[in-house]
Every structure is written in structure tokens, then in C-alpha cells.
């Protein structure tokens, strides 16, 4: 292993984020105090409790899962789309670092930054609406194992994107779209039983459904499927890019 | 003025060549042919340039070499390792500085030398980095951001990232392009200076006068082919070589006998002489010529004496047809 290497890109991209302070943390922070002040405080105080539970605090979960899908997937598909259209990446393939040391240097560095970001909207949240969180350690397994599937999905598009629109493309085309229609403002048992399956096949609903579970003990789906599903995913997106390093598809000429 | 630490230790076993190319070929994607199978080994400790016009293939054989490029036939090693399958141990022996100038605009120079260290798996190592800077007159600068450098400041910064590791071998990929006389002589300098230290350089030039300046070897790449590699000596002696033409009053046949042995070739016409001699040797022999021409009677009417120059070497070996080769 090639601690050193991985420590030094590991320190570059958290450098990188501490120099961006303002939109990488505090941008989301204040687009999920909106969230709060419009969905939780003015129209929450319209509905009832869902599943038992005030409609402020139900929708905590699904608006950290928002912000942390998103922010995963930009940081870690710009970290490593930066150097390749900047050219610098011509070190990071000369280097003697393995592709596990790569992927654990970039994506550890933009799922800290995500963990991070998590808990600053929990803190934030605590200021709008009451909550309580049922399983905490669950609550920060589900965070960290969704921050690194994601940054490590966000990871594949910047190696997989050679412009900046490509960058964007997915997390705006997709990834916005299944988690909004993913349950982060609804219980899906409010659909109408077709609109149940076919939200099944969305699989920003396991995610939700399992992380709500930890904060209120009630979930969508089973919590063993919600952490089944995604360390599917994540060994899926490993798999990816293991082809992708040892190919050098998109990366040596 | 600090010298840059020795990089590499020898051990009397270790083989000559550093580097060794064996059937290297590459074909890009679309079916372009970059290179041709090239053999070549580099000497440990030497300073080799390779010399070729835009597009020969340079910078497509230096990053197969160190592994930016997928080789599509052939092996290498560096240091004895292969560079695939022990691509590790190869890659921390080598440092590169690729021809265009790619930095990252938002680091301090500091920073940015201390991640390629690191980046190599060496531990950090505040003193020699300090000594890189100081060498590269880049100490003053280590706290500044890369983007408010000039170009050549930016050049030096990418060279001191290459040697941050200690590597043994160092690649230079077009050192002068774009580089203002002064710098390009500091670097001549530090190039020395490694050299020195027991570093194998390798750099590639299009332009003659930085490998005749720098080289103890030259290679010659044309069109994907490596056509020569020669001590730069060698080479220059075969360049030093001056030609003294006679125009004859009266043509000739042939050569007289009695003028065999001497470096002379009668034109088709028979109306010139041309005289081949070494600049380099103390005797050219020109008087001896003309008094044995006087001997045997044969007149002239002009004579023009003129130097094949290291360009015209490089030209007429690059256009001559395949066969012909050495
Ligand atoms: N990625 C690439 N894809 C296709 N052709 C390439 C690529 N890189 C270089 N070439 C071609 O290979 C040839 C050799 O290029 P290069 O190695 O850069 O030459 P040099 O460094 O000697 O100027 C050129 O004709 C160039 O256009
Ligand atoms: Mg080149």
C-alpha cells in the first residue's frame, strides 16, 4: 500500500474543499434551511404527522439524503474531472499508486466532506424542528456508506465525462428527479398502489427509507433491503471502476 | 549554491542500462502508427537526448514509458523492474516532465511539491524539498499560488515536482519550449548538476543545439523510427567533416592511381574533385593534396571548401529512404 500517496490526495482534495468553503458547505446548508422554512415550518403546520411523526421531522432524512446525493456526486466528479481537463492528471497515472489507492484518496476525501455536511444539516435542522434519532449509529452508518457509494458513483462520472455538461448531466437529469419522486417529502404509502411498484424500481427509496427508519424505527421498505440495496450499488460502482483503471478506458491513450 | 542531493546509489552489480526498450510499438486508436518497434537502452548515469521533428513520436515513446501511454506492443523496464507488472518499483524511479505545462493553479508551490513527493510514497522531507526550491531559485515563491507565476516560473515548479521523489531517472520532455534563453541555460545547469549526482537524464529536443549542448548521446527519431543512437562525439566527429570541391581545368576519367588512398571522389562529369577531410584531426592534409595534385599535373580553376552541419547530418538522415540506414 501507498499510504503516503493516498494520504497526499486524500490532503489535496480536503484542501480543495477548505478553499471552496462557501459553495460546498455553506450553499447546501442554507438551500436546506429554505427547505425547512417552507416545507417544515409553513406548510408542515398544515399537515398532520406522517407515520406518527411531525411533518418538520419526517422530512429531515430525505433532505440531508438530497443534499448528500448531490454534493457527493459533484465533489467527487469534479475532484477527479478537474486534473483530467486541467492536464495534471498525467502525475496521478505516472504515480506508483494502485487504483483502490486513487479511489480511497478521492472518494474518502469527498465522502468526508459529505459526512461533514450531513451532520452540519442535522445541527441546522435542530434549529427549525424537534427531532429525535431512534438509532444513532445506524443513523451514521447509513450516512457514511451512502456518502462513499455516491462519491464513489459521482467518481465514475468525472472519469467518464469529458465536458463540463456531461459533468452535470446526470446529477440534474437523475439523480434530482429519483430523489424528489423518492420519498423525501411523502411516505411512498401516500401513492396510489401502482405508483408504490414502480417507485420500487427508484433506488434513491432504499436509501431514504432506511435512514428515516434510523431516525423514527418506521421505513418504507425493510432496513436489511435499504443496506442490502446499497452496498449493491457501491460494490457495483467499485466493479466500474476496477475496469475502468485497468482498461485505462478515458484515461491512457 | 546547494546541489541537488544524490539521488541514486549503484551498486556495482546493477546492469548498464537503466532503461530497456524492447519492441516497443504504438498504434492509437484509429489506426495511426506512432512507433515502430524501437530497441533502445538507457545507459544508467548518462544524459541522452532524443532528437526528431514535431510528430516523430517523442513524447508518444516517453509517456509509454512512464505509464500515461498503453504500449500496444513490446516490453519495458525501468531500474529493472517492468513497468506493467512491477509498475510500482518502476514508477518510483522515474520522474517526468511532460512537454505542456499542466499545474495546479490554486496550490502553493510548497504544497504542490510536497503532494507529488507523497503521491510517489515517499515520506515527507521539508530539506530536500527546500534544496529543489533553492536550486530552482523557486524558494522565494514557495508560499505563492502556482497561477500568479510566470510561464518559465511555472516550467521550473513542474521540474521541481518531477525530482520532489529522488527519482533515478528523469524525463524531459521539450525542456525549452517556450523558454526564454536565460532560463533554458540554468536549466543546461541543473541538468549537469543531476547528471552529476548520478541521475539518467533523458530529454527530447527538436532543437540540435540543445542535444549537442547536453547530450553524451544522441537518438534520432523520424516518423515512429528510431533511424540512430550514437555517443555524441562519434557524432560529431562524422558531422565535423568538411569537403574541399575542385573544379578541373581538363576532365577526368578517374583518379590517378597514384592518388588512391586519399579521400577523393570524382564527380560523374568529370569536371570536380571533392576533397573529404576531418575538421577535427591536426592534419587536413590540404597542402599535401594540392602539391600531390601538382605532381600528377591536374589543374583547377575554383576551389570552395564547405561544412556539413549537424542540421544537414539530421536532414539527410531523416529523408533518406528506408534501405539506406546504417
Ligand atoms: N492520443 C493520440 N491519438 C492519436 N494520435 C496521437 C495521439 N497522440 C499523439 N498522436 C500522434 O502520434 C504522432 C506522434 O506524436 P508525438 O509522440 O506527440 O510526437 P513528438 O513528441 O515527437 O512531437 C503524431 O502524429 C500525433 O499526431
Ligand atoms: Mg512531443
Given at each position: 500500500m501507498n499510504i503516503h500517496g493516498i494520504r497526499a490526495i486524500y490532503r489535496f482534495e480536503m484542501a480543495r474543499t477548505f478553499r471552496t468553503l462557501m459553495q460546498s458547505i455553506a450553499s447546501p446548508v442554507l438551500s436546506t434551511s429554505l427547505y425547512f422554512i417552507v416545507f417544515g415550518a409553513a406548510i408542515g403546520s398544515r399537515m398532520g404527522d406522517i407515520d406518527g411523526t411531525s411533518y418538520g421531522a419526517f422530512i429531515i432524512p430525505g433532505l440531508i439524503m438530497l443534499s448528500l446525493l448531490g454534493e457527493s456526486i459533484s465533489n467527487a466528479s469534479f475532484g477527479i474531472y478537474m486534473p483530467k481537463w486541467a492536464g495534471t492528471i498525467y502525475e496521478l497515472l505516472s504515480a506508483p499508486v494502485s487504483w483502490i489507492e486513487v479511489v480511497i484518496g478521492y472518494v474518502g476525501a469527498a465522502a468526508s466532506k459529505s459526512v461533514m455536511l450531513g451532520l452540519l444539516i442535522l445541527i441546522t435542522a435542530r434549529f427549525f424542528v424537534d427531532y429525535e434519532i431512534l438509532h444513532p449509529l445506524w443513523m451514521f452508518g447509513f450516512l457514511v456508506l451512502t456518502s462513499v457509494t455516491f462519491s464513489l458513483f459521482g467518481f465514475i462520472i468525472g472519469l467518464w465525462a469529458d465536458d463540463f455538461q456531461k459533468l452535470q448531466v446526470i446529477p440534474l437529469m437523475v439523480i434530482t428527479p429519483l430523489t424528489f419522486l423518492g420519498g423525501a417529502f411523502y411516505s411512498i404509502n401516500m401513492l396510489p398502489p401502482f405508483w408504490q411498484k414502480v417507485t420500487l424500481f427508484n433506488p434513491v427509496v432504499y436509501l431514504i427509507s432506511g435512514f428515516r427508519w434510523s431516525f423514527t424505527?418506521?421505513?418504507?421498505?425493510h432496513i436489511a433491503v435499504s443496506a442490502g440495496m446499497t452496498l449493491g450499488f457501491l460494490l457495483i460502482c467499485l466493479a466500474i471502476v476496477w475496469w475502468i483503471f485497468r482498461s485505462g478506458w478515458k484515461l491512457r491513450a | 549554491m546547494a546541489a541537488i542531493p544524490s539521488l541514486a546509489s549503484h551498486p556495482?552489480?546493477?546492469?548498464?542500462?537503466i532503461v530497456s526498450i524492447r519492441g516497443v510499438g504504438k498504434t492509437y486508436k484509429g489506426g495511426f502508427e506512432a512507433l515502430k518497434q524501437i530497441n533502445l537502452d538507457i545507459r544508467r548515469g548518462e544524459i541522452l537526448a532524443l532528437l526528431?521533428?514535431?510528430?516523430?513520436g517523442k513524447t508518444t515513446l516517453i509517456s509509454i514509458i512512464c505509464g500515461i501511454v498503453n504500449a500496444s506492443t513490446g516490453t519495458i523496464t525501468a531500474d529493472g523492474h517492468d513497468i506493467v507488472r512491477d509498475y510500482r518499483a518502476a514508477r518510483a524511479a522515474i520522474g517526468l516532465v511532460p512537454q505542456e505545462l499542466h499545474t495546479d493553479a490554486f496550490e502553493s508551490v510548497l504544497s504542490t511539491l510536497r503532494f507529488s513527493r507523497g503521491l510517489f510514497g515517499k515520506p515527507p522531507h521539508p530539506a530536500h524539498l527546500e534544496n529543489i526550491l533553492r536550486e530552482l531559485s523557486l524558494w522565494d515563491k514557495r508560499?505563492?499560488?502556482?497561477?500568479?507565476?510566470?510561464g518559465g516560473m511555472k516550467r521550473r515548479v513542474m521540474i521541481a515536482k518531477a525530482l520532489a521523489h529522488e527519482p533515478k531517472v528523469l524525463f524531459l520532455d521539450?525542456?525549452?519550449?517556450?523558454?526564454?534563453v536565460e532560463l533554458r541555460h540554468d536549466m543546461w545547469q541543473m541538468v549537469r548538476r543531476l547528471r552529476e549526482s548520478g541521475t539518467t537524464i533523458i530529454l527530447t529536443t527538436h532543437y540540435i543545439e540543445e542535444a549537442e549542448e547536453m547530450a553524451d548521446r544522441i537518438g534520432v527519431i523520424n516518423k515512429g523510427e528510431l533511424i540512430l543512437v550514437e555517443d555524441k562525439h562519434t557524432l560529431m566527429r562524422k558531422l565535423g567533416k568538411k569537403q574541399l570541391t575542385l573544379s578541373l581545368q581538363q576532365t577526368m576519367r578517374e583518379i590517378p592511381p597514384g592518388l588512391a588512398g586519399l579521400q577523393l571522389e570524382l564527380s560523374t562529369d568529370g569536371a570536380t574533385l571533392v576533397y573529404t577531410f576531418d575538421t577535427q584531426s591536426e592534419e587536413t592534409g590540404i597542402a599535401s593534396l594540392l602539391r600531390r595534385l601538382g605532381e600528377h599535373g591536374i589543374d583547377f580553376k575554383d576551389l570552395q571548401s564547405s561544412e556539413s552541419s549537424l542540421e544537414e547530418i539530421f536532414v539527410s538522415l531523416v529523408h533518406k529512404p528506408k534501405g539506406d540506414r546504417a
Open positions: 424505527g418506521r421505513a418504507d421498505v | 556495482a552489480e546493477t546492469p548498464a542500462a526528431g521533428p514535431n510528430g516523430a508560499n505563492n499560488k502556482i497561477m500568479t507565476l510566470s521539450e525542456p525549452s519550449a517556450g523558454v526564454d
